[in-house]
């Protein structure tokens, strides 16, 4: 994994912006992270669609050089933790989660994770319906302005079009962010990109081995 990052002064908090799809907090030692969708690989191929193996495995790698490498203490799951109920791939996550057992887990609960109340009440972590607020911020699954907190959101699964030479182009997962409000792009990489509805925000593209800011 190569990782790259970006620091930007939000609300007179530090945040760093990464390539590997996640945020640090560092006031807070917090890994911030939105919509991982376990379960949605082994879904997949229970109703017949080839998915490529060792997704979720990758993902949770990918997690876990980040939590170490920044030495966070919590980690913050802004909505979609889950894609379906309890299935093969949480038994992969329930694996993983021993190797990080001192940590605080917090999920802000997403469109996915609502149907599955019960379930999710089992988690070792921090469960939060709707919304939660840490000062400054406004943590809330699908983006929406807050007059009083700067909100971070996620959903989207944000991405950006851009120009290469030649009248060529490509498609980038982004961070979006507006002064009010941060959407952040989806952990899992078995997602699709949303290209089309930028509107006013700013845009941090990344790949697997830079990250900018437009």
């Known amino acids: 994994m190569t990782l790259k990052s970006l620091t930007k002064t939000i609300n007179s908090q530090t945040l760093i912006f ?29 109703n017949g669609i080839a998915v490529p193996s060792g997704i979720l495995t990758d993902d949770l790698t990918r997690l876990g050089a980040l939590l170490i490498h920044y030495e966070a203490a919590e980690l913050i799951i802004v909505g979609d ?28 609960k997403g469109n996915h994770d609502d149907i599955k109340s019960e379930f999710m009440s089992q988690l070792p972590a921090e469960i939060h319906e709707d919304h939660l607020i840490i000062e400054p911020f406004n943590f809330i699954h699908v983006p929406n302005e807050d007059e009083d907190y700067f909100t971070i959101s996620g959903h989207l699964h944000p991405g950006v079009t851009v120009k290469l030479e030649r009248n060529k182009y490509v498609s980038l997962p982004c961070f979006r962010y507006t002064d009010r409000q941060l959407v952040l792009p989806a952990f899992s990489k078995f997602t699709g990109l949303d290209t089309k509805s930028c509107g006013d925000f700013n845009c941090i593209p990344f790949t697997e081995e830079l990250i900018f800011e437009m």
């Open 81 to 108: 933790f889950l894609h379906v109920g309890r299935n093969a791939d949480f038994q992969i996550f329930e694996t993983w989660l021993q190797e990080f057992a001192h940590l605080k887990i917090i999920i802000i």
């Open 18 to 46: 990464t390539n590997q799809r996640a945020l640090f907090w560092v006031e807070k030692r917090a890994l911030i992270i939105s919509d991982l969708h376990i379960g949605k690989t082994s879904y997949f191929r229970k």
